[in-house]
């Protein structure tokens, strides 16, 4: 049987039309919030969303994977976002606009992406995993400075400029998922002026 054909007949068994990654995402992730990550399986997340195990891993390669599925399209909308910037635009200038760009999201969506954030800095399984993912999201901010810069993204400045960005944003991220009080993208905001400026006295 193709993969094709299981998967009308897991839709004769009874799974919901229309299933996505995004909505097995949601459903992990309140899963997680409710249970701990460590106590939550994946089949109770795949039962919970009316899927099986195999189509659970054909969405995600793992548990963890759940948790960075945001977080690596955020990473293809940098992508797609540095390729667009104008020349005129001054280098840190264009990186905090595209970043904060990247992390607009609608008010409805905030508890979730506030737990999400929560349970990648805490949850010992998704902190292992969190190399790549990091690694791709530098690398990305890297290749748009040594583009600019006319050297390669490894040079210590593209390089230098790559890590730091990441460094701010988190920081951003963790003070937005603990203080609640405001809009991710006010924090980013603030972190990538101040980075901009040297942290310089008034850089906020």
Partial sequence: MTLDEQDRAQARRGRPPGTTAR????IA??????????????EEIAAE????????FRYFESKS?????????EVDRLREAFAQVPDDVPLMDAIRQVVVAANVY?????PQLRARMHLLGTAPGAQASAGP?????ER?????????????????????????????????????????????????????????????PGAQ
């Fill in 23 to 26: 909505a097995v995402e949601v």
């Fill in 29 to 42: 992730i309140r899963l997680f919030a409710e249970q701990g990550f460590d106590a939550t399986t994946v």
């Fill in 49 to 56: 969303a009316g899927i099986s195990r195999r189509t659970f």
């Fill in 65 to 73: 994977a759940v948790l960075w599925y945001q977080f690596d399209g």
């Fill in 106 to 110: 609608l008010a409805q969506d905030a």
């Fill in 133 to 137: 993912h990091y690694d791709a999201w």
């Fill in 140 to 200: 990305t901010v890297s290749e748009f400075a040594g583009r600019r810069l006319a050297e390669p993204a490894d040079a210590l400045y593209p390089l230098a400029i790559g890590r730091a960005t990441l460094a701010v944003c988190r920081a951003a991220f963790d003070r937005w998922v603990v203080t609640a009080d405001s809009d991710l993208s006010e924090y980013l905001d603030l972190a990538l002026r101040a980075l901009g400026r040297g942290f310089a």
